[in-house]
């Protein structure tokens, strides 16, 4: 290793020396107090399980479309405790996580995919007004920008494919010194820049300003309450809790990468750890060294990328490039702290930003996302469509969860839309295969992704097989 490197690597580790092993929007002295468990029995219309966006939403969306629907949320811990309060803050109007794979998969519905996912952003910007949520909520769009020659000419020619697709609207191609000057990086040789179509916020705060909208129009949520089996009852179901029980007519479930209570579902999905960083807050005069004045989120077009964005106090946050799957698809505590992936980071953090020598990193957390083999989105019902469930947001579900809750309130309804007549909402995608075999098959799918990236983008057999079978691996 070069001295530089040496010198670089060791002011990143004693960059961390003071980091808290907690995500930092969850470190809120003005964090909400629970609701209280459940006790005893309980009926309603709707139960709606899981206090992450996805049951927020359904439960908000809900009480929206009919106030006297008697809605219950059950949360099993705390609401916003999971991805929903630790995730990077990128509210995107994709709902196929992103253009190239909704095109790729959905070609014949693109633009009407496009469409609805614009305007589910559009309302999310309207709830955030409406329900006065103090979420820092900025419409600043974003970057994805090119560290490698190849990325640059693979950007260049994607634009030009959007183009072609009457997609480009809003979007536009930044050369290296176009890209350097909305943010300034050594590294940055490319970029292209959706102005609309991101949004960035404060995760944890979303989350608990919706539990407070939901309170507010009747909801009635429980929090530290568990749902622990799912059983027909009459004309509905019946869920047990570790205090209590509810009857409802219909119940939506938002529970992500959390075991699901319809079992068949369950091998859709598999837990990923994503780690990121957050910063101390730049002084003015650092701020001016990286010229980042219009607050846009950023990612790296790697297979193995890295997503930066700045919080309202001028923090920057750090995350990606890992996404790391453990053996048998478990959902652990203790693999929300991975030392060696913040070492990794931090030493990525000062290759981007040489600028910013000096700067200590504040807080260092993980947590599992749910991924399924499309990367977006599924949908369904179950127990002759008393049941509704959406999963696989694939990290990228704080916008997109909104358009979640509309299908599986839809779905519930037993309506035709021009949501559920969508064929990413009719059909589901591969499910995933027993251990060994699926441990076996992302980690080849990592190892040949890492190494398409330090051989110029070339995918190697594996990864074509896999693209042809629409399959992946993706952070």
Request: some cysteine; overall charge negative.
């Amino acid at each position: 290793m070069a001295p530089s490197a040496m010198s670089r690597g060791s002011h990143s580790i004693k960059a961390l020396s003071e980091a808290q092993p907690v995500p930092y929007w969850l470190d809120d002295p003005g964090k909400p107090h629970p609701e209280p468990a459940l006790t005893g029995p309980e009926t309603c219309d709707l139960l709606v399980v899981g206090g992450g966006y996805s049951g927020l939403w359904t439960a908000l969306l809900a009480k929206e479309r009919d106030p006297r629907r008697d809605v219950v949320l059950l949360e099993g811990r705390e609401v916003g405790w999971a991805a929903s309060g630790r995730n990077g803050g990128f509210c995107a109007a994709s709902l196929t996580h992103g253009l190239g794979n909704g095109l790729t998969r959905w070609p014949d519905e693109i633009h009407r995919l496009e469409e609805l996912g614009a305007r589910n952003l559009d309302e999310i910007e309207k709830a955030v007004a409406r329900y006065s949520l103090d979420c820092d909520f900025e419409r600043t769009g974003e970057i994805d920008v090119a560290t490698e020659t190849y990325q640059a000419w693979e950007l260049r020619d994607w634009y030009e494919e959007m183009q072609r697709q009457g997609l480009a609207e809003g979007v536009e191609f930044l050369d290296a010194e176009a890209v350097r000057e909305q943010v300034d990086s050594p590294t940055f040789q490319a970029g292209l820049y959706d102005r609309r179509g991101v949004a960035m916020l404060n995760p944890a705060k979303l989350a608990w300003g919706l539990k407070r909208a939901c309170v507010q129009l009747g909801v009635r949520v429980y929090e530290h309450t568990p749902a622990l089996t799912l059983k027909p009852y009459g004309a509905g179901m019946a869920v047990r809790t570790p205090y209590g029980s509810v009857r409802a007519r219909k119940v939506a479930l938002g529970t992500n990468i959390f075991p699901n209570l319809v079992k068949r579902v369950r091998s859709y999905t598999v837990p990923v750890y994503d780690y990121a960083l957050m910063t101390e807050p730049l002084t003015d005069d650092q701020l001016k060294e990286i010229g980042w004045r219009n607050r846009q989120g950023l990612g790296d077009s790697a297979n193995q990328f890295h997503y930066f964005r700045l919080s309202a106090d001028n923090r920057i946050l750090w995350g990606g490039y890992d996404a790391v799957y453990q053996y048998g698809g478990r959902v652990r505590a203790e693999y929300d702290d991975r030392p060696e992936t913040y070492a990794k980071l931090a030493d990525h953090f000062f290759t981007c930003f040489p600028q910013l020598e000096g700067v200590r990193f504040t807080h260092a957390w993980g947590g599992a996302i749910d991924t399924c083999s499309r990367f977006s989105a599924f949908f369904g019902t179950a127990h002759h469509g008393n049941v509704a469930y959406a999963a696989g947001y694939t990290g990228l579900g704080v916008g997109a969860t909104r358009f979640g809750a509309d299908v599986m309130l839809d779905l519930l309804a037993g309506e035709t839309t021009e949501r559920t007549s969508l064929e990413m909402v009719r059909k589901k995608p591969l499910p995933f295969p027993p251990e060994p075999f699926a441990w076996t098959g992302i980690a080849l799918t990592k190892w040949s992704l890492a190494r398409a990236d330090s051989h110029g983008g070339r995918r190697n057999l594996w990864l074509k097989t896999m693209d042809r079978l629409g399959l992946g691996f993706d952070s």
